[in-house]
């Protein structure tokens, strides 16, 4: 994820590239931001490694915790690519720290049904997200659905579950059958 402003226990900050590239040194705590720098929206915190998802922010190991699917909510609807890295732009870290600015602040630590009518300071996730993704001039998005951010997490972290069933019967060619759960 490119354009996520960040700082290290350190001293390094600065913003994701190259495919969510940071420095850091071994040890660090590192933190995340949607906005122009420490005073944007807090994300979260990790120890810093090589990578760093919504899990390892949330301190757990299961991409069905609340937390995990709300903050891939977040930032997969601030999406507009289709090439799978998601980026925010100047403009839309500018307009997150506005929000910083006017008291909006994120739990992702509610369920997905409350995450759906989130309000900090009056500003509710849905309008953040309009407000924050059309920052280019692109049109606005809406907030993704609990499920589509958990299949699509899952998806990249390489986790999500498949199943397999054998067949009888005349085939031709095949083996097996693989499904994925939708």
Known sequence: MDGLYYTTTSGQSGFTSNGGQY????GDTVTFYLGEDSGGILLGSATASGTVTPLTMAGVADSTDQRVVNMARLLQSLDDATDGNIAITANMRAQASILSRSGMTLDFNVSTSAFDNYTSSGITISSMIQTVSSADGGSARSLQSA????????????????????????????????????
């Open 23 to 26: 420095t850091y040194v071994d």
């Open 147 to 182: 499920t589509a951010a958990q299949e699509h997490l899952q998806d990249t972290l390489g986790t999500r579950s498949v199943s397999t069933a054998s067949l009888s019967g005349t085939f031709n060619g095949g083996g097996r059958l693989l499904l994925q759960r939708l």
